[in-house]
């Protein structure tokens, strides 16, 4: 099975035609073709049902896809292990949140594949958190409390936040005092996640309730100005809303304590090259880059 055929039949999955990927790894149309129909005449099957919109995988081209992302991530990273001191080659896929992403993390991107020609980045903006394994992503950039499980994480710096309401929904249903009140609140929060607070020299969990719920921080910030309950949300997605009087801080007395941007990655393999020049890359940007100063740097 030819190297390039799959790396081929990725960028056509992952764009959703020959066309764009085609544009993406700069051939002609019929060079992407042709490598398809190779590759599923040597396996003997249909790999994508093309549409008048471009291609969708099937339930064949779906297994593939995600095997030959993974082959593809194994060969860059022993190209880079015979090659250690040589120019960055090969694909980062990153996936970045969509809510702080593009302001605080593009810059750093933009600059790594400046400072790297023969390095292509492929970034996923979404708050959504993916699978990285599944997904052939080679890292993520995740941004909160990072729950348990099996990825390595490095940790570029600290996010401060605060838990915030509009007037309106604090003149109609209180501000919260103590945890305990908490209880009796709406929560306004991407999924299932706890939140946390300092309690004299204690860090609580608090596993919050409520009916609104959406994967992205800038919707919650709307949510909450709109007066459908109470959310914790970073200072960066919060601040022009505290200036404007639409939200207040509440919950003073106990702050969340400052949570965390990472770089995570699945577990079980040395971080290649590309991963490393990234939290490097990163690190930079959280020290010096005066667009974060309201992210202190840890």
């Not at 064949?60 to 030959?68: D, I, K, M, S, V």
């Not at 860059?76 to 980062?92: K, Q, W």
């Not at 204690?202 to 709109?226: M, S, Y």
Request: glycine share 8%; charged share 20%.
């Amino acid at each position: 099975m030819d190297i390039e055929d799959l790396a081929t039949f990725v960028e056509v999955a992952d764009s959703g035609g020959v066309s764009a990927a085609a544009r993406r790894l700069g051939v002609a149309k019929s060079v992407v073709s042709r490598r398809l129909l190779r590759l599923e005449a040597e396996l003997g099957v249909q790999l994508l049902a093309r549409t008048t919109r471009g291609a969708a995988l099937t339930e064949a081209g779906t297994t593939l896809r995600n095997h030959a992302a993974r082959v593809g991530a194994e060969i860059d990273a022993a190209r880079e292990a015979i090659l250690p001191s040589g120019e960055l080659r090969g694909r980062l896929r990153v996936s970045v949140p969509l809510s702080f992403g593009p302001n605080h993390f593009a810059p750093a991107l933009a600059e790594m594949a400046r400072r790297h020609p023969q390095l292509q980045i492929h970034s996923s903006y979404s708050d959504r958190f993916v699978d990285l394994v599944a997904e052939g992503f080679d890292c993520a950039i995740r941004v909160g409390y990072l729950q348990d499980s099996n990825l390595v994480a490095r940790r570029i710096g600290a996010i401060t936040g605060k838990l915030v309401a509009s007037p309106d929904y604090i003149a109609a249903h209180g501000a919260p005092e103590t945890l305990d009140d908490l209880a009796a609140h709406q929560a306004l929060m991407q999924g299932t996640e706890s939140w946390q607070f300092v309690d004299g020299n204690q860090i609580v969990t608090v596993h919050p309730r409520g009916r609104f719920k959406a994967d992205n921080g800038t919707a919650l910030a709307v949510a909450a100005a709109a007066g459908l309950g109470i959310a914790w949300l970073p200072d960066c997605v919060i601040h022009e809303y505290l200036e404007s009087g639409e939200l207040i801080v509440v919950m003073t007395r106990h702050p969340p304590p400052a949570a965390g941007a990472y770089v995570v990655r699945p577990a079980g393999t040395h971080p290649d090259r590309k991963v490393r020049a990234l939290i490097e890359m990163l690190l930079d940007y959280f020290a010096e880059d005066p667009r974060l100063a309201d992210v202190d740097a840890g």
